[in-house]
DNA sequence: AGGTCGATGTCGTAC
DNA sequence: GTACGACGTCGACCT
C-alpha cells in the first residue's frame, strides 16, 4: 500500500464525468492496482477512485488509471508532501454476525414462533423472479410465504407483493398468505403491508438465539 | 487527517456485530472525528470504519470510535509501524455532469422527443410519496407521468407504479399514462413495466446534449 | 428526527 | 459474464 499527501487535481471519465480542482489530498494505491482519493472528511467515501481490476501508468506529474471498460482516472500532481509504501500482507478478512442469513436460518429453525402448529417446506424456496425466503403451512395446511429483513422497508413489501402474487397463480398452492418479518419494521412499510393483507412480525435476534441457546440445554 | 499503519484487533458492535483478527492495516483518522480501517485491497470499501458525526477516545493501545446511536468500533493496536499527521485544509469538492439530474433537466426542455406536440406540466410534480420527476401532457391534453433514470432496474418501476395508482385518485389529472425513460433499461424492468402497461423510453444523453448545442448554434 | 431517493453505489452469489 | 438482492449501504434533500 503506497500513501501519498499531494496538492492535485483529479479527473474522471467513464460513468460520469467528475472533477476536483486542485487541492492537498490523500492518494490510496492498494497493491492490488486500485486507486482512492481522499479529503479529510467522511470516513467510507472517497472523492474519486477506481476499483480493481485497473491500472496505474505513472508519468512525470500525470498519473492514469484505467480499467478495462476504458473508464479513466487523471491525477495531475502538483506537489508531493508525503510518500511512504507498506507492506500489509493479505487481510484475514471479516467476520460478521446477525445478518439477514442469520436471521432466516433462525427464524426457519422455530417457524412454530410464527404460529402453533406451523411447518417449515423450504428456505429459498424458488419462483421465476427469484427465491421466497420461507414457505410455510399453517396448521389448518395453508401456505403462507415469509419475507424477511433485518430492516422493513417499503421495497421488502414490494418484494413479498411480487412473489405472493406469482404464488397465488400456482393453484396447487394458492392461497398463499404472507409475513413480513424484521427485526425492525419502518411505520410507512407496515401501513403498505397491511393495506395488502400481509401480516408483519417483529424478529428479536436475540429471543431467537435464546431459544436455540434454551433448546441447546435440554440435552 | 492522521495515517497509522499499525498490527490491531478491530471489533464493532452496532448494526451488526464484526471482527477482524489481528493484521497489519491502515487506520485513516480524518479531521471530522471519523476512523476507517482499511486492508491493503479494494479501492471503496474500508473494512471497518465509523462514519461522523463520531468521537474517538484513544487510550494506550486501544481506540474507542463511538456514535450518538452508541454504535462502537474498538481497535487494539499492537504494534505502531508508522504514524502521521497531515493538514489538507477544507476540500472545494467534487463537480460532476452526466447524472439523474442532469437527464431530467435536458429532458424537460426536450420534451417533444417523447411525442409530437407534448408539453411538460412541470419537474419534481408533487405527490404525498414524493416527487415524480416529470408531469407531461401529451397532444391530446392526457397526463403523462415520467420516471428517469441512469439505469433502469425493477426498483425504478416499482417507484412509477406508487406514483401512478396515487395520480390516478386525482379526478383533475386522471387518467394518467407512465413512461420509464433511462440511458438503460434491464430486461427484467422492462418486463415488468410493459407488463403494467408502462411505456420504456431508452434515453440517448449525447443526442440529448446535441439537440442542446444544435439550438444553440441556431442563434 | 424521520422518510425518500440517487449512486461512478459496492459486494456477494446464483445462473 | 450477467442479473439480482443485500448492505453497518452512504449521503443529500425535504418535511
Known sequence: MRLVIARC????AGRLTA?????????????DGSVSVHADDRAYKPLNWMSPPCWLTEEPGVWTVRNKADET??????????????????????VKDGVEAHLQEL???HVHTLGEGWTLVRREYPTAIGPV??????????????????RGEIDGVEQLTRYLELLNRDPL???????????????????LATDRGIRCV???YDALRGIESDEFRLF
Chains 1, 2 share one sequence.
Open 19 to 31: 472533477h476536483l480542482p486542485s487541492a492537498l489530498r490523500l492518494l490510496l494505491v492498494k497493491s
Open 73 to 94: 482516472l487523471t491525477i495531475t500532481l502538483e506537489e508531493i508532501q508525503h510518500d511512504s509504501q507498506h507492506d500489509l500482507g493479505i487481510d484475514p478478512g471479516l
Open 173 to 191: 398452492l394458492a392461497p398463499v398468505a404472507g409475513i413480513f418479518a424484521a427485526q425492525q419494521i419502518k411505520p410507512q412499510a407496515r401501513v
Open 133 to 150: 425466503d420461507l414457505l410455510c403451512r399453517d396448521d389448518s395446511g395453508s401456505s403462507v410465504a415469509v419475507e424477511i429483513k433485518r
Open 202 to 204: 417483529t424478529l428479536d
Open 107 to 109: 427464524l426457519a429453525e
Open 9 to 12: 487535481t483529479v479527473d474522471y
